[in-house]
C-alpha cells in the first residue's frame, strides 16, 4: 500500500456529462499518473504530473484534462465523458519519477452509458 | 512505434513447476524493466525490476534481461495456486526527447492448478 486512495471506486455515467475523477496520496510523492486499462491493451498513460500545476499529455489524452493544484491530489476530468471512455481508471505514483518503478492505487470502474 | 509485447496466454502450469513469463520489447534505447502481478479486479503490483542483463533473483521469481535480444523474461519457481493472476511486462520509454515513461504490456494470464 503506497497510501494512495482513488475516488469514487465506482461510477456510472451518463454520455455527455463531466465526470471528476481524484487520486490523494499520503506520502508528498512529487510524480504522479493517469492510466486507463482496457482488455486487450494494458495500460495507457493519459497524464501525468510532475509537480504542482505542473503536468503533460501522455498517449491517450483526448478528452481528458487533469489538475494538480496540491502535492497529494491529482484529479482526472473527463470533459464531455463517451462510451470510449468506459474503463478503469488507475493512479500511480513514483517517488522519483522517470523510468523509475511506479506504485498504483486501487482503480476507479467508470462506466458511461 | 511503441511496443511491449506479450503472450496474452493463459498459461497453464501444475502446481510446483515453474513459470516462465516472457515479454518482448522495441526501442532498443529502454534501460528499466518492470514485471507487475495483477490479480483480477485489482490493481497492479510491483514484483521485479532489473535494469542490467542477466538474472536477478528475489525469492521464488527470477527476471532474465537480454537487451540485445531485447527480450525479458519472470520465472516463477515452485508455482502456486496463489501465484494464479495476469503478469504484466513495463519497459522505460522514450518521450517527451528523454527516456521517462514506462510503457505497459497487455499482460499474460498465468493459471497455476493444483
Known amino acids: 500500500d503506497a497510501g494512495i486512495t482513488q475516488s469514487p471506486r465506482h461510477k456510472v455515467t451518463e454520455t455527455g456529462t463531466p465526470v471528476t475523477l481524484r487520486c490523494h496520496q499520503t506520502?508528498?510523492?512529487?510524480?504522479m499518473y493517469w492510466y486507463r486499462q482496457d482488455p486487450g491493451h494494458g495500460l495507457r498513460l493519459i497524464h501525468y504530473?510532475?509537480?504542482?500545476?505542473?503536468?503533460d499529455k501522455g498517449e491517450v489524452s483526448d478528452g481528458y484534462s487533469v489538475s494538480r493544484s496540491k502535492t497529494e491530489d491529482f484529479l482526472l476530468t473527463l470533459e464531455s465523458a463517451t462510451s470510449s471512455q468506459t474503463s478503469v481508471y488507475f493512479c500511480?505514483?513514483?517517488?522519483?519519477?522517470?523510468?523509475?518503478?511506479?506504485?498504483f492505487g486501487p482503480g476507479t470502474r467508470l462506466t458511461v452509458l | 512505434q511503441k511496443e511491449v509485447e506479450q503472450n496474452s496466454g493463459p498459461l497453464s502450469v501444475p502446481e510446483g513447476a515453474i513459470a516462465s513469463l516472457n515479454c518482448t520489447y522495441s526501442?532498443?534505447?529502454?534501460?528499466?524493466f518492470f514485471w507487475y502481478r495483477q490479480y483480477s479486479g485489482k490493481s497492479p503490483e510491483l514484483i521485479m525490476f532489473?535494469?542490467?542483463?542477466g538474472d536477478k533473483e528475489d525469492g521464488r521469481f527470477t527476471a532474465q534481461l537480454n537487451k540485445a535480444s531485447q527480450y525479458v523474461s519472470l520465472l516463477i519457481r515452485d508455482s502456486q495456486p496463489s501465484d494464479s493472476a495476469t503478469y504484466l511486462c513495463?519497459?522505460?520509454?522514450?518521450?517527451?526527447?528523454?527516456?521517462?515513461?514506462?510503457?505497459f504490456g497487455a499482460g499474460t494470464r498465468l493459471a497455476v492448478h493444483p
Open positions: 500511480a505514483i513514483s517517488v522519483y519519477g522517470g523510468d523509475n518503478e511506479q506504485f
Open positions: 506520502e508528498n510523492h512529487r510524480y
Open positions: 504530473s510532475y509537480g504542482v500545476k505542473d503536468t
Open positions: 526501442d532498443r534505447g529502454s534501460q528499466s
Open positions: 532489473i535494469y542490467s542483463n
Open positions: 513495463a519497459v522505460s520509454w522514450g518521450f517527451s526527447g528523454g527516456y521517462n515513461k514506462l510503457i
